[in-house]
């Protein structure tokens, strides 16, 4: 997708704003995305494939802000929970990122996002069946010793 730096620098500067309101600092550093819920920063890479992917990576990442906690928080502490708490906690922030390009009117990355959320999706759903593999592949082992 491609955009304007006048359209980016308009977008980029809502997103701020909407980070300055959440009490959320941005830092340009690092290869990836990740939101710092402790510091409350979210940082942004430094280099990107595009300014959309920046646009659409922010709001994801803003999504992480808005959904703070799980509604499985409550569960013991194991590996499953865990794993269920952290697709819950994606797919959530994925979703509020998308309601959020909603509210703000930035419908013009409306299918951009869409698209990296189901690749980003596909990838959730791949680490997990790996994950499950290999402790079936665990159990199996244990059960042959």
């Not at 922010?58 to 569960?75: A, K, P, T, W």
């Not at 990838?123 to 997990?128: G, N, Q």
Request: glycine share 4%; hydrophobic share 35%.
């Amino acid at each position: 997708m491609k955009v304007t730096d006048k359209q980016f620098a308009k977008d980029y500067k809502i997103l701020e704003a909407v980070c300055k309101e959440l009490s959320v600092e941005l830092k340009r550093e690092g290869k990836s995305y990740f939101y710092y819920p402790d510091s409350k920063v979210i940082a942004l890479p430094k280099c990107v494939k595009s300014k959309a992917s920046l646009i659409v990576g922010l709001l994801h990442e803003i999504g992480h802000v808005i959904h703070r906690d799980s509604i499985f928080g409550g569960l013991s502490k194991t590996e499953n929970h865990n794993r269920v708490i952290i697709v819950e906690g994606e797919y959530k922030a994925w979703e509020h990122g998308y309601y959020l390009l909603q509210k703000l009117n930035l419908e013009h990355y409306n299918n951009f996002y869409i698209k990296e959320w189901a690749k980003s999706w596909n990838l959730y759903i791949k680490h997990v069946k790996d994950c499950h593999k290999l402790e079936l592949l665990n159990m199996r082992v244990s059960i042959i010793d």
